[in-house]
């Protein structure tokens, strides 16, 4: 049996998709033609089109934390691994993302399946890589058939960990939907030092600060990368410990002060 099958994806046509969503329960689909899919909560006020960053999947303990506490705020979480971490999590080994670009198309089916879903707005985010494909796929969607309603992001990788010159804000101007950026204020992918230089667009909002607090989790000074999480295993959905059900939070036990201090050295696998 393969990972997800083992794990509880079930198998399910893009077609059978809105039947299904309509229950109030959480959802593991193996959609055919674009993946594995996770669905939390009910679209009370809203849905988020969620991606995870390049060395965890959707099932991490940080992405477990975050759509717990959105659907607890009447936000339907749609979380999805992309390609390449199916291929991890089913092979149990490493390997790289691909090209940018062929994980924002990926996004980018995903987005035009699930936004006619729901008569509520779709939103879109990530962590880290995640929320950078998030934000490509937000400036693109000029005269596209899926209207973007806004973006979130866990930790943006404004820049590789110890090289700021070279930053990833080329396509910023392009998006024309609110943008909110959760940074750490000494997060190696962008510092507050760094980001306070940048000039950034009047739609684009980003928030460092230790104690600001997002449904029960505090930004840590070291920031959304810094964040504990389980690797990959060869079986069984979401390895990380103390967690059994994909809703319920994940209390880091002992993490806390080792986060706070890990500041602009930590490590770079947290992405």
């Known amino acids: 049996m393969s990972y997800y099958a083992d794990s509880g994806f079930v198998d399910i046509s893009p077609e059978a998709l809105n039947n ?3 229950k109030p329960t959480v959802h593991r689909f193996m959609v055919a033609g674009h993946g594995p899919l996770t669905v939390l909560g009910m679209p009370k006020v809203g849905r988020i089109l969620f991606a995870h960053g390049a060395g965890a999947g959707h099932c991490s303990a940080f992405m477990r934390q975050f759509a717990a506490t959105l659907a607890r705020q009447g936000i339907q979480v749609l979380a999805i ?3 390449y971490m199916q291929q991890i999590n ?3 080994k490493r ?3 691909p090209p940018i670009q062929q994980t924002v198309a990926h996004f980018t089916a995903w987005a035009t399946l699930l936004a006619p879903l729901s008569d509520q707005p779709l939103w879109v985010g990530g ?3 995640g929320g950078r494909v998030a934000t490509l ?3 693109e969607m000029v005269g596209h058939q899926v209207h973007c309603q806004g973006v979130i992001v866990a930790g943006y990788p404004f ?3 110890k090289k700021p010159d070279k930053r990833r804000l080329g396509h910023f101007p392009a998006i024309g939907c609110p943008v909110q950026i959760l940074q750490g204020e000494r997060d190696p992918f962008g510092d507050v030092g760094d980001v306070s230089d940048y000039s950034l667009p009047n739609n684009i909002n980003q928030t460092a600060d230790e104690s600001t607090y997002f449904g029960g989790f505090v930004a840590f000074k070291a920031g959304i990368h810094a964040w504990p999480h389980s690797r990959p295993s060869s079986r069984g959905l979401c390895s990380s410990p103390g967690i059994t059900t994909f809703d319920e939070p994940y209390e880091p036990s002992g993490d806390v002060k080792t986060c706070k201090k890990a500041g602009a050295n930590a490590p770079a696998r947290f992405s």
Request: charged content about 20%.
């Open 81 to 83: 691994d992309f390609p």
């Open 159 to 161: 820049h590789p960990p």
């Open 95 to 97: 390997r790289p993302p």
């Open 137 to 139: 796929f937000a400036s």
């Open 20 to 22: 299904a969503l309509a």
């Open 127 to 129: 962590k880290s890589m």
């Open 90 to 92: 089913e092979q149990g």
